[in-house]
């Protein structure tokens, strides 16, 4: 979906729509209390406050990579949101972004990945097949697995909007109920007027507060300078993949905005390749985009000709990896 507008400022759309956002959040709040059942492994769960984007995927994924330098053997655990496969089944090569979803198609070049609507049941099958820890990518608001660790990631600019709960604004439930809950909350790029409001919060609930950025590759990046590119991306904020491009010296002649996890259609592919042909442009995108088209006939043009441009967590390593691994209950200290 696309975010409306008027999540970004308390106008009069959003006034009107605050009983049904009490509601909203008393029932996401009281859904959150309930208590679940607790894996056989570690869960550390990577999420966020609001509706959308704000880099989960690559926050998980430098999760992983902190695990697995200190000899665990993690699974991630993904609903696989827009996969038609309700799992729980464990990503291969063969499967298809409309099987499993695009995200989990990235995580398993990573690590080994689970998609399951049911958590404890996907988690049951990590466990299984040998996860010593569960990386959750998503999944902050969803009771029915035991969180030992839950990363809270904030997009430092748009931070959490109006400050309104859905439908009202972008928040999945109250705030203060959120941060209560969290274990540590991660902010990513510059933090504006808004987000630093979450951070005093946060700070009051003793969170331990990281910052991050997203770093485009650079190889990637010295490939396309001076390039003339038709930059598209069907995400949470197209904008924001628009404005690392145009942050890295790398200027996008068109762009071209879907919603976020859209499945592109053969007439967006045509049109996306006529005009890339006709004025002579790159195509690039991201990876999420690319691994939603790779193995779709449909797409397959399209998948070929396009660039992907891969980007990464950065942040203080250090602090990063104790509040992943200080995180973990006693019990596993002798796995990993």
């Known amino acids: 979906m696309r975010e ?32 679940g059942a607790r894996a056989q492994v570690p869960v550390i769960c990577v999420g966020n406050l609001t ?33 038609a496969l309700a799992g729980p089944v464990r990503v291969t090569p063969q499967h298809r972004a409309a099987e499993v979803g695009d995200e989990p198609l990235l995580l398993a070049r990573i690590a080994p990945t689970v998609v399951a609507r049911d958590r404890v049941q996907g988690a049951e099958l990590a466990f299984g097949e040998g996860a010593s820890v569960i990386v959750m990518d998503d999944g902050f608001q969803n009771p029915s697995l035991i969180k030992d660790c839950s990363l809270v990631v904030l997009d430092g600019q748009r931070s959490i909007g109006n400050g309104r709960v859905f439908p009202a604004g972008p928040l999945r439930a109250p705030l203060d109920v959120q941060l209560t809950r969290a274990s540590a909350l991660l902010v990513i790029g510059e933090a504006s007027a808004r987000a630093a409001d979450v951070i005093a919060r946060a700070q009051t609930r003793g969170l331990p507060i990281l910052y991050g950025r997203l770093a485009p590759d650079s190889d990637a990046i010295a490939a396309l300078v001076n390039k003339k590119i038709l930059a598209f991306a069907g995400i949470a904020h197209p904008q924001k993949f628009f404005d690392t491009l145009a942050a890295s010296g790398v200027a996008a002649s068109v762009k ?12 967006d592919v045509r049109a ?20 939603r088209m790779q193995g779709d006939a449909a797409c397959a043009e399209l998948a070929a000709a396009a660039f992907a441009l891969p980007v990464r967590l950065e942040t203080d390593f250090e602090a990063f ?16």
């Open 4 to 35: 409306p507008r008027f999540w970004r400022e308390d106008a009069a759309l959003a006034r009107l729509l605050s009983p049904f956002a009490a509601a909203y959040g008393a029932i996401a709040g009281a859904r959150m209390a309930r208590t």
């Open 51 to 83: 509706v959308g984007g704000a880099g989960k995927t690559p926050t998980a994924i430098a999760v992983a990579q902190v695990l697995l330098s200190e000899g665990a053997r993690p699974f991630f655990l993904s609903r696989g949101y827009g996969g």
């Open 256 to 267: 071209r905005a879907f919603p976020d996890h859209h499945p592109f259609t053969s007439a």
């Open 272 to 291: 996306l390749l006529e005009q890339a042909k006709r004025q002579g442009l790159l195509l690039v995108t991201t990876e999420k985009d690319l691994a």
């Open 321 to 336: 990896r104790q509040t992943v691994t200080r995180a973990l209950p006693p019990r596993s200290a002798g796995s990993i």
